[in-house]
Antibody, heavy 123, light 112 residues
Framework: EVQLVESGGGLVQPGGSLRLSCAAS????????MSWVRQAPGKGLEWVSA????????YYADSVKGRFTISRDNSKNTLYLQMNSLRAEDTAVYYC????????????????WGQGTLVTVSS | QSVLTQPPSVSGAPGQRVTISCTGS?????????VHWYQQLPGTAPKLLIY???NRPSGVPDRFSGSKSGTSASLAITGLQAEDEADYYC????????????FGGGTKLTVL
């Protein structure tokens, strides 16, 4: 059974940093691209970042480019999101999501999701 | 403002059929990229409902179906049930400057 468990969320001040983790199990982690998708309170879904199975290719939404860094440790079956220079508008539940292939093609989608971790950016 | 446009809400009585539209443009759906659909029950994570325009993952009832034509896509739900009350999101890829994977704004389905 595929399981994705996020952690690392919490309250952080504007301008601060936070690192999210996503522990994966139930599948061969290194064989699939992974993504982070966020949802602001009461709002819709927004794709944030994606990474290929090898970690060699990364992608970012314009809203987080230069501030967030996605990475993965395939030996630990764990996905990360390093978030720097956080803003109030980054407040959201952050979901880890698995893709169907080792690379994130244009027709990429999210076949399994974690339960999410809440990040609140506020002074 | 989402790149993909969905109606904010739809409703239907138990047993009825409802459809949810997802309207895009020539840089996303109209460019031939696949459309995928997700169901988000209250207080839970999204769940994949339809992938590749019209394919259902294992375990998704055949009451749910997807289609795509031109710059739009649709999700149809037949034999509406109370447990179908949820938010529904379409997703595709956009090749414009802002690029990459995009979601519709979401549609709240209310079962009357």
């Amino acid at each position: 059974e595929v399981q994705l468990v996020e952690s690392g969320g919490g309250l952080v001040q504007p301008g601060g940093s936070l690192r999210l983790s996503c522990a994966a199990s139930g599948f061969t982690f290194s064989s699939y691209a992974m993504s982070w998708v966020r949802q602001a309170p009461g709002k819709g879904l927004e794709w944030v970042s994606a990474i290929s199975g090898s970690g060699g290719s990364t992608y970012y939404a314009d809203s987080v480019k230069g501030r967030f860094t996605i990475s993965r440790d395939n030996s630990k079956n764990t996905l990360y999101l390093q978030m720097n220079s956080l803003r109030a508008e980054d407040t959201a539940v952050y979901y880890c999501a698995k893709g169907p292939l080792i690379v994130a093609t244009p027709n990429h989608y999210f076949d399994y999701w974690g339960q999410g971790t809440l990040v609140t950016v506020s002074s | 403002q989402s790149v993909l446009t969905q109606p904010p809400s739809v409703s239907g009585a138990p047993g009825q059929r409802v459809t949810i539209s997802c309207t895009g443009s020539s840089s996303n759906i109209g460019a031939g990229y696949d459309v995928h659909w997700y169901q988000q029950l209250p207080g839970t994570a999204p769940k994949l409902l339809i992938y590749g325009n019209s394919n259902r993952p294992s375990g998704v009832p055949d009451r749910f179906s997807g289609s795509k034509s031109g710059t739009s896509a649709s999700l149809a739900i037949t034999g509406l049930q109370a447990e179908d009350e949820a938010d529904y999101y379409c997703q595709s890829y956009d090749s414009s400057l802002s690029g990459f994977w995009v979601f519709g704004g979401g549609t709240k389905l209310t079962v009357l």
